[in-house]
């Protein structure tokens, strides 16, 4: 499922910024919902990130859920470490975990 | 294809014996579920870890025929 190659990019593409977020769609025309949900909470905090749109490229798609062992997009990554999809995001929005991960990660978030 | 939510139930009992499980069809069409899973088993474990386990049980439906499904887990409360 995860050929070198691709775990190379997945690597390179996840150290390229301190927020990377894997979803369907653009930040700025997400094509799901969840992923929706995920830059909406992003752009609520106002943290920059860089979305990568797994519908461009099947090998991304389905090479990010191995490389996680996680079955679904949107896959939000800080600083290299994944931090969950749309559900653990919106849970540790509503409990403030997540404005405080980005602050202990030295990443500005607007409290909620 | 969808889901019953007998069948959700019945893939992540045999996996939590000792779960509370709550299953919402959110949209009755069998195909959109929130689901709450509360067990001993995710003590210790972080909230991916918990999830993790939880797709486990499903056997890899996750994202295939099991399209949306909301998912939050936690401990028990108290002793």
Not at chain 2, 6 to 22: V, Y
Not at chain 2, 32 to 50: D, E, I, L, M, P
């Amino acid at each position: 499922m995860l050929d070198d190659a691709t775990k190379e990019r997945i690597d390179a593409d996840i150290a390229s910024e301190d927020v990377v977020l894997y979803m369907k769609g653009t930040p700025v025309f997400p094509q799901c919902g969840f992923s929706a949900a995920v830059v909406g909470v992003l752009t609520h905090l106002g943290v920059p990130f860089r979305g990568i749109n797994v519908l461009e490229d099947d090998s991304i798609r389905e090479g990010i859920k191995a490389y996680s062992d996680w079955p679904t997009i949107p896959q939000l990554y800080v600083k290299r470490e994944f931090v969950g999809g749309c559900d653990i995001i919106r849970e540790m929005y509503e409990t403030g975990e997540l404005t405080e991960m980005f602050q202990t990660q030295g990443i500005d978030a607007k409290p909620s | 294809m969808a889901m019953q939510a007998s069948e959700i139930e019945s893939l992540i009992r045999a996996a939590f014996p000792d779960a509370t499980i709550t299953i919402e069809d959110l949209r009755g069409d069998g195909d959109h579920y929130a689901c709450n899973v509360v067990s001993s088993a995710f003590v210790g474990k972080t909230r991916v870890q918990q999830h993790q386990m939880v797709y486990q049980a499903l056997g890899g439906r996750m994202g295939g025929e099991l399209h949306a499904l909301a998912l939050q887990t936690s401990t028990p409360k108290g002793g």
